[in-house]
């Protein structure tokens, strides 16, 4: 627990700290911003091999089975996933207040170049709205963590695996 207690608290803060260098450089409001979002993926995995390493050069005395590198791997981006929850909140709240307007004028210009009409991008944008609450951006934050989480540890723990061969036989 300890361990990835530590690697969640790394990765949060580097998941913060790179939020923070988007919106210093203004790149969140790039059409590229997709890209930086993607290679933040690599974070966590990153968190996760190197939470793999410690635990089987400590605890697991060299070994590690596939449900503990998934746990591990799993508990580093739920708890991850709520400090940057949290943080995104506040991000929306306090540091770009402005941010979730910006999100909505693209969304309506994307609507607009595909034809739809007035009514329907009215609807859509008042729907939407809803979901850009305090509550809902922790959730869905969380949310997503939570899945992105279990992919990447259920593909870390067939990568990174050891099991010990005198607990098999």
């Known amino acids: 627990m300890k361990i990835a207690l530590k690697y969640a608290l790394i990765y949060s803060g580097i998941n913060i700290v790179w939020g923070l260098l988007m919106f210093v450089t203004d790149l969140t409001r790039s059409d590229m911003s997709w890209v930086f979002n993607l290679l933040s993926m690599v974070i966590p995995i990153i968190c996760i091999?190197?939470?793999?390493?410690?635990?089987k050069a400590t605890i697991g005395n060299g070994w590690m089975k596939f449900s503990d590198v998934f746990k591990q791997g799993l508990l580093i981006c739920v708890i991850g996933g709520i400090i940057t929850a949290a943080y995104t909140v506040l991000y929306v709240s306090v540091i770009d207040p402005?941010?979730?307007?910006?999100?909505?004028?693209?969304?309506?210009?994307?609507?607009?170049?595909?034809?739809?009409?007035?009514?329907?991008i009215e609807?859509?944008?008042?729907?939407?709205?809803?979901?850009?609450?305090?509550?809902?951006?922790f959730t869905w934050t969380l949310l997503g963590s939570i899945l992105i989480g279990t992919i990447i540890s259920l593909i870390m723990a067939a990568v990174l695996k050891k099991p010990n061969p005198e607990e098999i036989a």
């Open 49 to 55: 091999v190197m939470a793999t390493k410690e635990y």
């Open 123 to 137: 609807l859509a944008l008042n729907q939407s709205a809803k979901f850009q609450t305090p509550f809902w951006m």
């Open 98 to 120: 402005e941010f979730m307007t910006f999100i909505q004028e693209k969304q309506m210009n994307k609507m607009l170049e595909m034809g739809m009409p007035e009514e329907q």
